[in-house]
């Protein structure tokens, strides 16, 4: 058995999402695809959430595949993310460079970044001693953190994550939403909008 009727309903409205978003999200750059490959050679060869021990026995091939369609979105999404990442660590030559000035102004928090030392042209936090205690090692990394996912970022490549932001987020909530359709409510609450998709 695959679908009862009820689902089968509520499955060709998911696949019809499923498909505007596949269209939003594909095809893939030549360095997307090898990152994608590489992650999903990585998950078929037996990294957690894959083998069939770990695969719900309450589920039907047909729900599981409905379910894995919408996964493989979420592994599509990361590479395309990662390399934007790289191609500004490129572009700054992994030098603490700010580039995303407009975030730090409308942000509200330009006084706490420059308290922190993100406008040295060495911050204290970008190369740290194996010695220094755990505090602030734990603090340097944070930090570096913040450089790294936002500031080294061009306003246009900030934006373009955060796209990737909202398309994740879609995603995730269509997954949910099969998931629910298939075992029933989620038991974390997240229950908002199953009708919440929403493409321009």
Known sequence: ?????EQEKEVKRIRKELKKLRAAIFPLSPEEQEIYERDRKATEAGL??????????????????VLDEISDLFGALYPKRRV???????ETEGKPIIRNWPFIEYS?????????????E?????????SCSGQRQWMAK???????????????????VKALDSLSDKVRRL???AQRL???PIPDGDEEGDDAIIFA
């Open 108 to 120: 509200g928090r330009k006084e706490y970044y420059e308290e922190m030392g993100f406008f040295s």
């Open 48 to 65: 957690p959430g894959k083998t069939a021990e770990q695969r719900s026995t309450r589920l039907t091939a047909e729900q599981l595949g």
């Open 142 to 160: 944070m930090l570096r953190g913040i450089f790294r996912s936002v500031l080294i970022l061009t306003p246009e490549q900030y934006q373009q």
């Open 182 to 184: 298939f075992l029933g």
């Open 84 to 90: 934007i990442y790289l191609q500004a660590e490129r």
């Open 1 to 5: 058995m695959g679908f009862t009727p």
């Open 175 to 177: 997954f949910n939403r």
């Open 122 to 130: 060495k911050p204290w936090f970008w190369e740290i001693e194996p």
